[in-house]
């Protein structure tokens, strides 16, 4: 990952917007055979080529009405369709936003995020964010890496995903994070309870992920495009009968960081996360829909349980891990129930 962001969203969105709108973009026969994200650059100058390329990832690129999502295509002689969204100007104010602490020094710090908490500002989480409580928390001594949208920010959980993130207080840091999410050497394990039970019980999902042709709000496993997205899995209980359990716990270990990717990963295996609005199609039975209502889950049932690295500046190793919070804590209690 060239900008380890991950977890929510875009995960490769530049900080160099450029103009917004429409941009329509001929090549001809004799600019046609290399890579199509360099073509396209040549032609766009106040755009850059990682611009470009996430751009492709959202599906805003398109030509003769086919939205192009893959980085490695090849250009074409014919007209392209470059859509260039409007950014946020503003920038993120501190906000006195309580934070659970796990851990903190001069150079990072560890916290326990909660549902509903986007990672940064976007369009729809102007505040209230985990960059808002951090400009509060550390003041000045956040790293500027992330520039003004996302200062600090090194990764990313989903807005309703819960679970343990770090941040970076000192652009060392920040560095030494991102050099460690790149070359995937993190500990990072998430819990999940899910609508019925993966087949096979535990395992390896290795897919590419990318914007999805049909919607472009959802992530989705491509035959084509996208970016390589790998999931170990293991289902640690099952709940119901056990022929055919309507609930389980899956414990899964990121190799990679997409977007969506164990939501988009699970599903995929017949198996979403319970109340996961984006990805879980089809209702579970009527008792794991009762236990749900009882705990009141309103989001999908993920959180980001563990998070192991080597301390980037000092080269200590840190291991953090949280409990279950209290709506999935207290779902699982009901689903244990069933069996």
Do not use: W
């Amino acid at each position: 990952m060239t900008d380890p962001i991950a977890e929510d969203i875009d995960d490769d969105i530049p900080l160099d917007p450029g103009p917004a709108g429409i941009r329509i973009v001929e090549l001809s026969a004799n600019e046609a055979g290399g890579r199509l994200d360099k073509a396209l650059t040549a032609k766009l100058p106040e755009l850059s080529r990682a611009r470009l390329q996430a751009l492709m990832g959202q599906g805003r690129v398109s030509r003769d009405g086919i939205v192009l999502n893959d980085l490695s295509a090849k250009a074409l002689a014919a007209s392209y369709r470059i859509e260039i969204p409007a950014v946020i100007a503003a920038e993120p104010q501190p906000e006195d936003i309580p934070l659970s602490v796990l851990f903190e020094d001069q150079h990072i710090i560890v916290v326990d995020k909660p549902a509903g908490m986007a990672a940064h500002p976007a369009p729809g989480s102007e505040s209230g964010t985990l960059v808002n409580a951090l400009l509060r928390h550390c003041g000045d001594s956040l790293s500027g890496i992330g520039g003004v949208a996302r200062p600090g920010i090194v990764h990313r959980l989903d807005k309703d995903t819960t679970g343990v993130m770090v941040a970076a207080k000192s652009d060392a840091a920040h560095r030494g994070l991102a050099k460690l999410f790149e070359a995937h050497d993190i500990e990072r394990v998430y819990v999940a309870l899910t609508r019925g039970a993966p087949n096979p019980a535990a395992g390896k999902i290795e897919t590419r992920i990318g914007r999805s042709h049909a919607d472009r709000k959802k992530m989705a496993v491509l035959k084509t495009g996208g970016r390589e997205a790998i999931t170990h899995y293991r289902t640690a209980r099952t709940f119901g009968p056990e022929a055919r359990p309507v609930a389980a716990r899956v414990a899964c270990t990121l190799e990679t960081g997409r977007t969506h990717q164990i939501r988009v990963h699970l599903a995929s295996k017949g198996a979403p996360c319970l109340g996961d609005p984006l990805y879980g199609s089809g209702q579970p039975v009527l008792a794991v829909r009762q236990a749900m209502a009882a705990a009141g889950l309103a989001r999908q049932a993920l959180h980001a349980a563990v998070l192991g690295f080597v301390h980037p500046i000092t080269g200590r190793a840190l291991r953090f891990e949280t409990s279950l919070p209290a709506d999935m804590a207290s779902l699982e209690a009901g689903l244990a129930e069933l069996t």
